[in-house]
DNA sequence: GCAAATATTCAACAACCATTGAATATTGAT
DNA sequence: ATCAATATTCAATGGTTGTTGAATATTTGC
C-alpha cells in the first residue's frame, strides 16, 4: 500500500495534535456557538499555533464539519450496537433499546447535543449539514423502529412522526439545557436521578405512549 | 411634568426609526444568531445609519436585551389575558387555557423561540438575562396551574417540575424548528394541521398526562 | 426666523478575525 | 549524515467588527 509520494515517513504524532485540536473545538463551539468561538481561543486551548488548525482541516468551517461527522459516526455506530444487542426479542422493547442507548450516548457526551442546538439555524450553511449528517440518519433510525413497535400492538398513534421527532430533539436539548434546568427544577445535579427523569418523561411518556 | 432640561421639543418620530431597528433585529438576530449578525446589516434593514444605534440602544447587547424584554412582557401579558378569560373554570381548565395562549403567542411571533433557541448558550452573559427575563417566570407560571390541577383530580404526577420544563422548552424549539421540522415530518406546512399537532403531543401528551 | 435641543449621519478608530506564504523544525528512510 | 517530506511556527495581510466624536439636519418653542 504505497499511497505516499515522498520518500520521508510521517511523523506519528499526527494524530495528537489533531486530537486535541477536535477536543478543543468540540468544547468551544459546544460552550460559545461557532460564531463567538475564534481560531486563536482553540489554538490556544490546544496548545497549538493558529496556522496549524487552517493547514489542518483547511479552515473553520472544515474542523466544524470534522467534529460532526465524527460526532455522526459514533452516533450511529452506537445505535447499530443497541440494536444488534436486542435482536431476537420484540419490536417494542428494540425501541426501548434504542432508546435508551440513545440517551445514554447524549449523557455521556452533552458537547454534543449543545452543539447540535446551537447550529440548527435557520440561514446557515451548517445547519443544512447537520441536518443530514446528524438529525435525518437519527430520524428514520427511530421512525423504522416505532412503526414496527406499533403494527407489534395493533396501535397506530397519532403524529408519529412528529412525535418521534420531538422525542430526539426534546432529548438532546433537554441534556444540553442541563445546566440551566438546574435553576429551575431540583435534582438536575444527580446523574441517576436526571437519567431517570429524562427516561420516564421522554421515552415512557413521549415517545411511547 | 417638565422632565427635560432643554427648551426645544423631541421629533415625533422617534419611536419610528427605533421600532424599524428593533423590527429589523430580531429578524436578523432570530434568524443568524448573535454574533453573526453586524449592527451594519440590521442598520441596512432598517435604513439608518450603523451610528444610529449605538446612540439609541447604547451598543449592540443593548439592543439585544431591549429585544428580549419586550417580548418578554408581550408574553405576560398574554399569558395574564389568558388567565382572566378562564377565572371562574377549573384548574384543570386554566391550565389548558395558559398552555393554548403560549402556543399560539409562539406560532404568532416565532421570531421569539428562535431567539430563544439560539441564545440558551452555557457560557454567555445575555443567557442570564434570557433565563430571568423568560424562563424563569414562565416556568413559574405553569408550575403554579400544573400543581393546582394536579391537586385539583388528587393526583401528585412524577416528575412534575421536570415535566413543564420540558413542555414549555419543547414548545418553544419545536415552533423554532418548524422549517427544519417540515423536511422530516410531514403536514407541518399547514398552520392548522401544526397547531393540532402541537396541542396533542405536547399539551395533552407531555404537560396533561 | 432664531435658538436650543435632539436625531441622524459621516468619518475614523483600534481591535480582532481567518487565512496564506514563507521560514523553520522534526521525522524517518536510505 | 544526508535528504526529502511533513509538521509546525512566524509574520503579514485584507477585511470586518462595534464604538466614538465631530459635523449636519431636523424639529419645536419662542
Given at each position: 500500500m504505497t499511497e505516499r509520494?515522498?520518500?520521508?515517513?510521517p511523523r506519528e504524532n499526527d494524530s495528537d495534535t489533531s486530537a486535541a485540536i477536535?477536543?478543543?473545538?468540540?468544547q468551544r463551539f459546544a460552550a460559545q456557538g461557532f460564531d463567538a468561538t475564534s481560531l486563536r481561543e482553540i489554538a490556544g486551548d490546544a496548545g497549538v499555533d493558529v496556522a496549524l488548525i487552517s493547514y489542518r482541516f483547511g479552515g473553520k468551517q472544515g474542523l466544524w464539519k470534522d467534529i460532526v461527522s465524527q460526532a455522526g459516526t459514533d452516533l450511529r455506530e452506537a445505535l447499530e450496537r443497541a440494536l444488534d444487542d436486542?435482536?431476537?426479542?420484540?419490536?417494542?422493547?428494540?425501541?426501548?433499546?434504542?432508546a435508551h442507548a440513545f440517551l445514554a450516548y447524549l449523557l455521556d457526551r452533552p458537547e454534543v447535543p449543545r452543539l447540535?442546538?446551537?447550529?440548527?439555524?435557520i440561514d446557515s450553511d451548517r445547519s443544512k449539514w447537520l441536518l443530514e449528517t446528524l438529525s435525518l440518519p437519527l430520524h428514520r433510525h427511530f421512525i423504522e423502529l416505532a412503526q414496527a413497535a406499533a403494527e407489534e400492538r395493533d396501535k397506530t398513534p397519532a403524529h408519529l412522526e412528529f412525535r418521534v421527532a420531538n422525542f430526539i430533539y426534546s432529548a438532546a436539548s433537554t441534556v444540553a439545557r442541563r445546566e440551566r434546568l438546574g435553576k429551575l427544577?431540583?435534582?438536575?445535579?444527580?446523574?441517576?436521578?436526571?437519567?431517570?427523569?429524562?427516561?420516564?418523561?421522554?421515552?415512557?411518556?413521549?415517545?411511547?405512549p
Open positions: 509520494r515522498g520518500r520521508g515517513r477536535s477536543r478543543a473545538a468540540l436486542s435482536e431476537t426479542t420484540g419490536a417494542h422493547k428494540r425501541l426501548e433499546h434504542s447540535l442546538l446551537r447550529d440548527i439555524t427544577v431540583g435534582g438536575m445535579e444527580d446523574d441517576a436521578q436526571f437519567a431517570a427523569a429524562l427516561e420516564e418523561v421522554l421515552v415512557a411518556g413521549a415517545l411511547i
